[in-house]
């Protein structure tokens, strides 16, 4: 169990591939286009890079959330469905990492176990991974 337990510490840094910025700027955001086939695109604070310069996006575990349904009206802006992997135990007793497969694209969410187990987060739960666009600030 250590082992799995440090595989997924070794995900809480974990970063998406490098994507193509896309204009239009929208009050100094950029929409990050979805290469991946997750089905959506990531919203980010626009730095003032051109139009197709690739950017690394770093996603921690702590800044992701998980729905069962897409949530409309919320502040969160980036929301990707997916499908539940794994469901890991945490450093800490009272949390655990969930690994989400958005279309072939990983991302692992932490979550409090109460969280898991009151939204059945088991392998092939659909969910929707909610990403704050203020997490993406770098």
């Known amino acids: 169990e250590h082992a799995?337990?440090?595989?997924?510490?070794d995900h809480r840094?974990?970063?998406?591939p490098r994507r193509d910025m896309d204009h239009p700027k929208d009050e100094n955001r950029i929409k990050l286009p979805d290469h991946h086939g997750s089905g959506g695109a990531l919203w980010a604070r626009d730095t003032g890079l051109p139009k197709g310069h690739r950017v690394r996006v770093r996603?921690?575990?702590?800044?992701?959330?998980?729905?069962?349904?897409?949530?409309?009206?919320?502040?969160?802006l980036n929301l990707l469905p997916g499908r539940v992997e794994e469901v890991a135990g945490d450093m800490h007793p009272a949390s655990c990492l969930v690994r989400v497969d958005l279309g072939g694209q990983p991302i692992v969410a932490r979550v409090t176990k109460r969280s898991a187990e009151a939204l059945g987060l088991t392998p092939g739960a659909a969910v929707w991974a909610q990403i704050k666009a203020v997490a993406l600030i770098g």
């Open 4 to 9: 799995q337990k440090q595989r997924y510490a």
């Open 13 to 16: 840094d974990e970063q998406q």
């Open 59 to 76: 996603i921690l575990a702590r800044d992701v959330s998980l729905a069962l349904e897409h949530q409309e009206r919320s502040s969160i």
